[in-house]
């Protein structure tokens, strides 16, 4: 379909829809619920799809779930969204504030939500007019904010057979209509480190007759990110930052224990993977240099998302098609966490950033904070993004396809 006739369709489609995918959004922030706990939300988007003659299948725990539509032999491309709140109070005064104490869609996710359900509904309407050259599978994830609800989608299947993947995530420094893209890393790595040393204790008068464990515990909190930063290409970005610290309790007794607790973050995949075993490695040395037992928790979280260069190319024109030109901006790698990479692990793909701040006002809104909120005139440009681009990696996706089909060695040459 060429582009004006999609955005024809997209502004008939929108004009129905788009207010109750407002309301919707709304529905879902009043009732936030924790990751692997989205029962209600799960039943709401599984409701609303069945009731567009769709076939949503839900996740064995009972929460998230997927839906494919479209059929026959052409690609299939994947559009996620994660469904689960943050354990935070919401502090908005608002109509549609979270009813839930301690519980909040502070990060976006209801609008992911809604966005997904609207592009879900009018990819649906395409296929039924026969416009859609293959399939997409949409995959309404919990427990992005453990993390590990991609893990259990990958687990049952939710990516298989699909060709190429995107999603979405709400960017309140970006102004509404604009997305934010970059290709290769886009976020971070993000694991946690605990680190527990012993060693026989003594009186802080005789340091030379036991094991000085503070002195050690703090050559230790110093050294290992020194020690890291002359042992990893600086191009990784892996950063080792501590967050807390312990030991003793007198002021001239040597402690026989204490323990020091960090985050491990790094943009580059490789240098995820080596970071385990290069960290324990420093570790002994230095702990063995002040005669006391070290022992490493290393807790893995998720890989860096990062971005192909294909899919960004496909995210860049699909939101020149569904938003006008000047619609991209840049944006900047992110030391933060987003499972999403798991997906990238797999298959190539690609997450952008969905600009929600009012151009109208001064305030910018942050995620992760309870006074979290977005124009939402965001939803409405969320589903002519997302829409766009699936068509638009379906198509391409086609054309390759055939391509080889035809000259089986093109390819090569």
């Known amino acids: ?181 970059k290709t290769g890393p886009i976020t971070s790595a993000c694991d946690k ?46 950063s080792l930052v501590w967050g807390r610290v312990e030991a003793g309790s007198a002021a001239n007794a040597i402690p026989d224990g204490g323990l020091a607790e960090g985050t491990v973050r790094c943009l580059d995949e490789n240098a995820w993977h080596a970071a385990p075993d290069l960290i324990k490695g420093l570790l002994e040395s230095v702990a063995g240099a002040y005669g006391v037992e070290a022992t490493m928790e290393y807790s893995r979280g998720v890989p860096p998302v990062v971005n192909d260069e294909v899919s960004v190319q496909m995210f860049a024109e699909a939101a020149a098609r569904a938003l006008g030109d000047g619609s991209v901006v840049p944006t900047q790698q992110s030391l933060g966490g987003e499972d999403f990479a798991w997906y990238l692990e797999s298959i190539p793909g690609a997450f952008a950033r969905l600009g929600t701040r009012s151009p109208e006002t001064d305030v910018t809104y942050d995620i992760h904070q309870g006074t979290f909120d977005v124009d939402e005139r965001c939803i409405g440009v969320g589903v002519r993004l997302m829409a766009h681009t699936a068509l638009t990696a379906l198509w391409e996706g086609k054309r390759v396809s055939e391509v080889s089909e035809e000259h089986p060695l093109a390819e090569l040459f």
């Open 1 to 181: 379909m060429q582009g004006r006739e999609l955005r024809g369709e997209l502004d008939a489609f929108l004009a129905e829809t788009e207010q109750g995918l407002r309301a919707f959004r709304r529905d879902l922030h009043r009732h936030p619920e924790l990751a692997f706990a989205e029962y209600r939300t799960t039943r709401l988007i599984a409701e609303r799809l069945t009731a567009a003659g769709l076939h949503p299948s839900v996740l064995p725990r009972g929460t998230g779930l997927t839906c494919e539509v479209g059929s026959g032999d052409g690609p299939t491309i994947a559009l996620r969204a994660d469904i689960d709140a943050l354990p935070l109070q919401d502090e908005k005064e608002v109509a549609y504030r979270s009813t839930v104490p301690g519980a909040c869609h502070a990060c976006g996710h209801d609008v992911h939500t809604a966005i997904l359900l609207g592009t879900t509904l009018f990819l649906a309407q395409q296929a039924d007019a026969g416009l859609l050259p293959g399939r997409v599978r949409l995959i309404f994830q919990p427990a992005e904010e453990l993390p590990g609800g991609a893990l259990e989608v990958m687990a049952h299947g939710g990516i298989s057979g699909v060709d190429r993947i995107f999603g979405l995530h709400c960017d309140p420094r970006v102004d509404v209509g604009h997305v934010g893209l």
């Open 193 to 238: 480190l605990a680190i527990r040393v012993s060693g026989p204790g003594g009186h802080t008068a005789r340091p030379h007759l036991t094991a000085d464990l503070v002195f050690a515990l703090a050559k230790i909190l110093t050294e290992l990110p020194a020690a890291l930063s002359r042992r990893i290409d600086p191009r990784s970005s892996l």
